[in-house]
């Protein structure tokens, strides 16, 4: 069965610092997609990025930096120079291909706190 | 931008009464999914449809939680009788899946509270 962990319940940094969000999966799908999403304290869920399974390349879009490996079955996830408008949870998510399961199954969120 | 709309934003209404909970998807997208936060459980799958047609609704308490689509830029989810361990934000999402696997777009949630 598929399955997201995200080790890190609540993570508390000072603004300028750099802070990376751990997410391990478990899945037996060869193809599948992995998400991150915002929510900040209003409490919508915003988008962040999207990685397919074949796509091992890590991809960096301004002061976020995401690092996938199949070998460890990790999809981190790094805010550099972290700003108190980064203060969030940061949900990870899985999003099954080959069983067509395309519903996300979600990590238990990360909450980051970054203080001025 | 293209928005999914949820309606109400908040309701609160006493134990035993019906709760329906609307959804308009993005115009296009073929499939629409409800989740469910919780403290205690975090956020979990309810059902979900594609193309108007229900495809998973494992997560949903049959006996009281009902979820349709009447039409493409309509989906709803109802709860009859509500009992107090229903209150939680409910999510509605919808996106365009195919292979792609394209990014589901969430609504803003129902904030729901069982008195």
């Known amino acids: 069965a598929q399955k997201v962990t995200q080790a890190q319940t609540e993570i508390s940094v000072v603004e300028k610092e750099d802070v990376t969000l751990d997410c391990v999966y478990e899945t037996r799908d060869t193809t599948y997609y992995l998400f991150w999403y915002k929510q900040p304290p209003s409490g919508e869920l915003v988008f962040l990025i999207r990685?397919?399974?074949?796509?091992?390349q890590n991809e960096i879009s301004g002061r976020y930096s995401w690092n996938f490996q199949k070998s460890t079955s990790s999809f981190n996830f790094t805010i550099t120079a972290s700003q108190v408008v980064d203060s969030a949870v940061y949900f990870c998510a899985l999003s099954e291909v080959d069983t067509g399961r395309r519903a996300l199954t979600f990590g238990s969120g990360t909450r980051l706190q970054v203080q001025p | 931008d293209a928005r999914v709309t949820q309606t109400p934003r908040h309701k609160v209404t006493e134990m035993g009464q019906e709760v329906t909970m609307r959804c308009q998807p993005i115009l296009g997208h073929n499939t629409v999914f409800w989740y469910r936060q919780t403290m205690m459980q975090g956020l979990e799958l309810l059902a979900y449809?594609?193309?108007?047609?229900?495809?998973?609704d494992s997560g949903m308490p049959k006996d009281r939680f009902s979820a349709e689509m009447p039409d493409a830029t309509l989906a709803t989810l109802k709860i009859q009788p509500s009992e107090p361990r229903d209150s939680a934000v409910y999510f509605c999402?919808?996106?365009?899946?195919?292979?792609?696997?394209?990014?589901?777009?969430f609504g803003d949630g129902t904030r729901l509270s069982i008195l």
């Open positions: 449809f594609r193309n108007r047609a229900p495809l998973d």
């Open positions: 999402a919808s996106g365009l899946v195919g292979d792609g696997g394209q990014p589901q777009h």
């Open positions: 990685r397919n399974s074949f796509d091992e």
